[in-house]
């Protein structure tokens, strides 16, 4: 298949912004009224895709064996925006203790996330803190533990496991 050009259309019958194919005839080029039709109904659907999906963020990944500790390998604010997650398809720790914070904004948070993954995190210690803005999953599809001990404190929308 070949790569396509689409831009952006506002189509005045439905009164939406639409994806058009660089190869589609608008009114008044001679285009054929099939070809605009069709064109338009495929771009209802590419519309949507492009104009109603958020932007794809990166998230931070602990794995392949890695440990990390806050503070420690990152220091104490460590504010991971876009989401996190240890433990993706192999082994990845995260040790929060003596007075660390660890805190994201936007993005999901997953211990454990794939199959065959081991996602293991620790919060430990008064003043030791993981804050998420969204969903934590422990255990997405894999091996999730979430360990808090000694006046640590975990703060997410939901624990889902």
Do not use: H
Not at 36 to 43: E, K, V
Not at 60 to 80: E, K, M
Not at 97 to 107: P, Q, T
């Amino acid at each position: 298949m070949m790569n396509r050009v689409y831009r952006t259309v506002f189509n005045r019958s439905l009164g939406v912004w639409q994806a058009a194919s660089e190869l589609v005839k608008c009114r008044g080029t001679g285009g054929s009224g099939t070809a605009l039709r069709n064109a338009l109904i495929s771009g209802v659907w590419l519309g949507s895709v492009v104009i109603g999906m958020p932007q794809a963020k990166a998230q931070t990944v602990i794995d392949g064996g890695a440990t990390v500790t806050v503070p420690g390998t990152y220091p104490s604010p460590w504010n991971v925006n876009n989401g996190l997650v240890v433990g993706n398809s192999g082994t990845g720790e995260l040790t929060i203790g003596n007075g660390g914070k660890v805190s994201s904004s936007g993005g999901q948070m997953y211990i454990g996330n794939n199959s065959g993954s081991t996602g293991t995190v620790t919060v430990d210690g008064a003043g030791s803190n993981l804050t998420n803005a969204n969903y934590l999953y422990v255990g997405n599809n894999g091996a999730g533990e979430l360990s808090i001990s000694n006046g640590g404190q975990v703060t997410v929308v939901a624990v889902v496991s």
